[in-house]
């Protein structure tokens, strides 16, 4: 059974940073892309950022680019979303998605529970 | 930027009834539109992809059509597990864009 298992949430203050992280099992974790997607009220779901299994090429949203890195460790199972100068728009519940692919998977099929990160001072 | 536009954003409805959703695309996304159920405290869960595939487990009641800018996603004989909100996402660009989502609520 797939499972995802985000970490790392939390309250920060503006121009801080954190880092996310998902712990998986269930899939040969080094086989799929990996995503992240982000949840607010008002804007709804954002797709934030991606990673590829095959060679861990990156991708994002412009919202993010510059400020926020995606990682993994196919040691550990593990996929990272290290989050720098964060802004008052970037709280949000932050879901990591599993891709339906090796490379840069734009569907994904299955998500963890999701973390909130707030960012207020 | 490719705009995902849902309609209604609410609707009420009856255990047994018949229930359509509409997610329109502000450009043309061929066949490339999935649908995603979300209960409340809870992940989005893939329902259908490619626009009228159903993930392996998902109730033979949905069903999703369409192509090019318009889709449908209508779910026969609603069951009080159905009450949720439904998303439609694009995966033909970029920018994989969501709908802003469809509460359905009992009547």
């Known amino acids: 059974e797939v499972h995802l298992l985000e970490s790392g949430g939390g309250l920060v203050q503006p121009g801080g940073s954190l880092r996310l992280s998902c712990a998986v099992s269930g899939f040969t974790f080094s086989s799929y892309g990996m995503s992240w997607v982000r949840q607010t009220p008002g804007k709804g779901l954002e797709w934030v950022s991606s990673i590829s299994g095959s060679d861990s090429s990156t991708y994002y949203a412009d919202s993010v680019k510059g400020r926020f890195t995606i990682s993994r460790d196919n040691s550990k199972n593990t996929l990272y979303l290290q989050m720098n100068s964060l802004r008052a728009e970037d709280t949000a519940l932050y879901y990591c998605?599993?891709?339906?692919?090796?490379?840069?998977?734009?569907?994904?099929?299955?998500w963890g529970q999701g973390t909130l990160v707030t960012v207020s001072s | 930027d490719i705009q995902m536009t849902q309609s209604p954003s609410t609707l009420s409805a009856s255990v047994g009834d018949r229930v359509t959703i509409t997610c329109r695309a502000s450009?043309?996304?061929?066949?490339?539109l999935a649908w995603f159920q979300q209960k409340p405290g809870k992940a989005p869960k893939l329902l259908i992809y490619k626009a009228s595939i159903l993930k392996s487990g998902v109730p033979s009641r949905f069903s999703g059509s369409g192509s090019g800018t318009e889709f449908t996603l209508t779910i026969n004989s609603l069951q009080p597990d159905d009450f949720a909100t439904y998303y439609c996402?694009?995966?033909?660009?970029?920018?994989?864009?969501f709908g802003q989502g469809t509460k359905v609520e009992i009547k």
């Open positions: 450009q043309s996304i061929s066949g490339s």
């Open positions: 996402q694009q995966y033909n660009s970029y920018s994989r864009a």
């Open positions: 998605a599993k891709g339906d692919c090796g490379g840069d998977c734009y569907l994904t099929d299955y």
